[in-house]
């Protein structure tokens, strides 16, 4: 599972308020094997992970969804763009979102209390 197994043991551990010693002891291994799993030195099965994570109270969600390109097509259209249609762009960009919250502020204070 590579290193976001790692990372998410480790997380789950902290969310669960446990120790390395603790989660070790529930998983009847040693306190220096949770310590290297979680510093990425040993490479758990994914079987492994589910396992100390439902150690931890917790469980992984996954599931499969549909590729959205949408960030990636975006960013490649900036790149089209000279460094200062960038920033004009940019400023365009902020000016909207702040009319946009200025609008919200406006419906937000007309609503009755």
Same mark, same amino acid.
């Given at each position: 599972?590579?290193?976001? #197994?790692?990372? *998410?043991?480790?997380?789950?551990?902290? %969310?669960?308020? *446990?120790?390395? %010693?603790?989660?070790?002891?529930?998983?009847? +291994?040693?306190? !220096?094997?949770?310590?290297? *799993?979680? &510093?990425? %030195? +040993?490479?758990?099965?994914?079987?492994?992970?589910? %396992?100390?994570?439902?150690?931890? #109270?917790?469980? /992984?969600?996954?599931? /499969?969804?549909?590729?959205?390109?949408?960030?990636?097509?975006?960013?490649?259209?900036?790149?089209?763009? !000279?460094? &200062?249609?960038? /920033?004009?762009?940019?400023?365009?960009?902020?000016?909207?979102?702040?009319?946009?919250?200025?609008?919200?502020?406006? #419906?937000? !204070?007309? /609503?009755?209390?």
């Amino acid at each position: 599972m590579g290193t976001m #197994g790692n990372d *998410l043991v480790r997380e789950a551990r902290k %969310r669960a308020r *446990l120790t390395q %010693r603790e989660l070790a002891e529930r998983a009847g +291994t040693t306190q !220096s094997a949770i310590a290297r *799993l979680e &510093s990425g %030195r +040993t490479r758990p099965a994914f079987d492994d992970v589910l %396992r100390l994570l439902r150690l931890c #109270g917790m469980d /992984l969600d996954v599931m /499969l969804v549909e590729r959205d390109d949408s960030d990636w097509s975006q960013a490649q259209a900036l790149l089209r763009l !000279s460094p &200062s249609d960038r /920033l004009d762009e940019a400023a365009r960009l902020a000016r909207a979102m702040q009319q946009f919250h200025e609008e919200v502020e406006r #419906g937000r !204070s007309q /609503l009755p209390a």
